[in-house]
């Protein structure tokens, strides 16, 4: 009966072993956190608060990516397009909505002198051309850097007030990181259903005093835009 002792000790001490590999696998193959985790995120959009046009386009992509359920914010602390796409640059918002010949001249100020010529040169071809919309945005897509990204540039033009021979198209630019392949399918929906008129109409009734969520969610619902 002595005998058997070690051998019983020893059996248990194998068990104990094998007990504690077995929780050290169980630890090693917890589920491993998600490796993208500003997919999830509150999307910032930086707007410029002096501008109610900018207002109405950061709301109208914001209510977009929410009617897809996604969570959105529209932040007006930042002042100027230098501001707010430098800072997309640099990581600390987002997205910016731009007009595509506004930013270029930020962005690629030699590039855009020399569209600038080259159109101006040229008026009998229609300044906003299919042509001269998809060279501006391809400028602008090279020019704005790595982990940035842009829905498709929409028909509505922007920045009116801008004198400029290269077209204003409106072009949501992003983070690559925090925007998915359906969410940006949801940007370049709004980017296609708003024309410069529908544009101009939102603009007009904000400064009238009505508040720009109200007037883009009743636009919105006008065009039965969803994402069920």
Known sequence: MGATKPIFSFAIGVLLVGGLTGCSNLNRFEPAADS??????????????????????????????????????????????????DGLLQSKTDMVVVCAGRVLHHLEPDLAEKLEKEYSSNEEEDINSGD???????AVMGAIGDNINGADPSNALGCSSEDSAIPQHIIPVYRSAVINREERGVLNVI???ITTEDLEKMVEKSRNGQAPADVVREYLDEQGVSFD
């Open 191 to 193: 980017s296609g259903t």
């Open 132 to 138: 001269r919309r998809e060279t501006v945005y391809q």
């Open 36 to 85: 993208r985790p500003e997919t999830s995120k509150v999307v910032e959009i930086s707007v410029r608060p002096n501008s109610v046009e900018q207002v109405v386009l950061g709301e109208l992509y914001k209510q977009g990516l929410e009617r897809k359920g996604r969570a959105a914010t529209v932040n007006m602390d930042r002042l100027g397009i230098e501001n707010n796409v």
